[in-house]
């Protein structure tokens, strides 16, 4: 098996930390590259955080680039230390890297990625798409130089995680995600819907404490706190597994179900409906005519077990 480039952009938080170790343990794919973004922490401690666990896993030559500090508009909102910590990852120690991050910015990673593997780059974003707009706006052809893009966010039928309608990582830069969102390249949305629809439990949580592998152990630790988080959602410890598993489907362990491509745009607006990811869903009914060209596969449902699957890769780090 060829692995295929993969370029991962990130707010390091505690899923998008699971997420990275799931890259890391995958061989379907090589990370290229980590850009980070402002949303669960700024980009600054999302790349303090991403190149403290990449050492953990002994990849610490993985080329992390800061990207950018604030929204396409306006300012970054801050931090969100009641879900995950204040430094991001659950307030864990982690010993911080030898490496620093790269000096080009997130952006300028991207499309010079884009320009190396010309046609195989694959994108994959768990953070707000700043930096992927930022890129489309520094490099108009970026579409046709890479393969795909799976983004985690938004919501389609389902409301949203910090407006009614509106998820987070589309919510912190909604003007960059209606961009990115609108450009000619095959998107496959990784929404609310399926990934509240998948959670891991408090027993997988243990699997990987007990594992005694340094990055699995640190997941564990730093999932006590998101298990707090949740408690009140789900009415048990558990998390829902947002990140990890987008990048499950971007890589091909986790197979979507139910995934029609349909035609989205996202409200940039500063109405109520700011930060929604309208999806034309109307094809559900019958006679509505199916939407020509539409290139983003909104991922509804996927594969009844991925809890097993995250854990046994994450295990063998
Ligand atoms: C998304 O928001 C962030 O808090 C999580 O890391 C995830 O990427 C879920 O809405
Ligand atoms: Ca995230």
């Not at 909604?174 to 990784?190: F, G, H, K, Q």
């Amino acid at each position: 098996m060829t692995a295929q480039p993969l370029y991962f952009d990130c707010d390091t938080g505690i899923d998008d930390s699971m997420a990275l170790a799931y890259l890391l343990a995958s061989p379907e794919i090589e990370i290229a590259g980590i850009g980070t973004v402002s949303g669960n922490v700024n980009s600054t401690q999302a790349a303090r955080n991403t190149l403290a666990l990449t050492q953990l896993a002994g990849r610490a030559t993985i080329p992390v680039a800061v990207g950018a500090a604030d929204p396409q508009a306006g300012t970054y909102g801050g931090s969100v230390p009641h879900i995950h910590g204040h430094n991001g990852i659950g307030d864990i120690t982690v010993p911080d890297s030898a490496q620093s991050a790269v000096a080009q910015d997130a952006a300028d990673m991207i499309i010079e990625l884009a320009r190396t593997h010309r046609g195989k780059l694959r994108l994959l974003t768990t953070g707000p798409l700043t930096n992927v707009a930022e890129a489309l706006r520094r490099e108009p052809e970026l579409p046709s130089l890479v393969q795909d893009i799976t983004i985690m966010g938004g919501a389609a039928q389902q409301s949203g995680n910090v407006t009614p309608v509106a998820e987070a990582n589309i919510h912190n830069d909604p003007e960059a995600a209606a961009e990115v969102l609108a450009a000619p390249w095959d998107i496959t949305l990784v929404p609310l819907d399926v990934t509240l629809a998948h959670t891991l439990e408090e027993a997988d949580r243990r699997r990987l404490l007990d594992s005694g592998r340094p990055l699995p152990v640190a997941l564990g630790e730093m999932m006590d706190l998101y298990y707090d988080f949740y408690l009140e959602t789900f009415g048990r410890r558990c998390c829902a597994v947002h990140d990890p598993l987008a990048a499950a489907i971007a890589v091909g362990g986790v197979v979507p179900t139910l995934a029609p491509s349909v035609d989205v745009v996202v409200d940039a607006t500063q109405g109520p409906g700011r930060g929604q990811t309208i999806c034309d869903l109307r094809g559900q009914f019958l006679n509505y005519p199916p939407q020509k060209g539409a290139h983003c596969r909104v991922v509804l449902k996927a594969g009844p077990d991925s809890a097993a699957h995250l854990v046994e890769r994450l295990l063998t780090l």
